[in-house]
């Protein structure tokens, strides 16, 4: 569907029904989100959604685009801000991964990113919006914080995809497949236990670069 353009007044109210719309679905799921629950909250109509959206998978992609955008700005701001220019390497990777150890373990993170898994399956473009907006943007920062630790430190990286994925491994993936498969689990909440995680993954990702050549 080719999005309208819209007058001010569309807008908000299409901003509206997103942001109820996102709630809904994170909470209730795809098959068990109505249209007629979204409408109950943002006091709307049928006609208006089926006007803006066409139909409630349309609705569906669009609030996922707006929900995932939010959560890369929170995300995009503290990564950006990261000061490499006074940072060694390893102090550059604890905050990088402290910040995307917050943003992705957030309780409205961990909804979003089990509704990508359990609907993408039935909808692929879901896995292209999580890509594009998400993953695509949070390796960037790790790479380009690499490429400039390649040249104050004299890294010989060759592959800094391949090394962005061993450090990513160390710090998210142990806990993701839990998260998204056992809704009972929580994720390391305290200060001293997400320290822990980062300390040991930036100590195997220093000892993966140290012996790169050997790997």
């Known amino acids: 569907?080719?999005?309208?353009?819209?007058?001010?007044k569309s807008q908000e109210k299409y901003n509206k029904i997103l942001k109820i719309a996102f709630k809904l679905f994170l909470k209730y799921g795809y098959a068990k989100t109505s249209p007629q629950m979204v409408i109950k909250q943002t006091e709307g109509s049928l006609a208006t959604i089926y006007k803006l959206f066409g139909d409630k998978k349309t609705?569906?992609?669009?609030?996922?685009?707006?929900?995932?955008k939010d959560?890369?700005?929170?995300?995009d701001n503290n990564l950006s801000r990261i000061d490499k220019s006074n940072l060694s390497l390893e102090d550059f990777l604890k905050k990088y991964a402290q910040n995307l150890f917050?943003?992705?373990?957030?309780?409205?993170?961990?909804a979003l990113?089990?509704?990508?898994?359990?609907?993408?399956?039935?909808?692929?473009?879901?896995?292209?919006?999580?890509?594009?907006?998400?993953?695509?943007k949070a390796n960037f920062y790790l790479i380009e914080g690499l490429k400039i630790y390649c040249q104050k430190n004299n890294l010989k990286i060759k592959n800094l995809e391949e090394a962005q994925d061993?450090?990513?491994?160390?710090?998210?993936h142990p806990y993701f497949y839990?998260?998204?498969?056992?809704s009972s689990y929580t994720p390391p909440r305290t200060k001293e236990e997400i320290d822990k995680i980062i300390q040991r993954g930036v100590k195997m990702?220093?000892?993966?670069?140290?012996n790169y050549e050997e790997f």
């Open 166 to 172: 061993f450090f990513i491994n160390q710090i998210i």
């Open 178 to 182: 839990y998260i998204i498969s056992n």
């Open 102 to 110: 917050n943003e992705m373990f957030q309780k409205d993170s961990i």
């Open 113 to 136: 990113q089990r509704i990508i898994i359990i609907e993408g399956y039935h909808q692929p473009e879901i896995f292209k919006i999580f890509e594009a907006v998400c993953i695509k």
């Open 59 to 68: 609705l569906f992609l669009e609030s996922l685009k707006y929900g995932t």
């Open 71 to 75: 959560f890369m700005e929170a995300l």
């Open 1 to 8: 569907m080719q999005k309208q353009t819209l007058s001010k």
């Open 205 to 210: 990702f220093m000892f993966y670069l140290k």
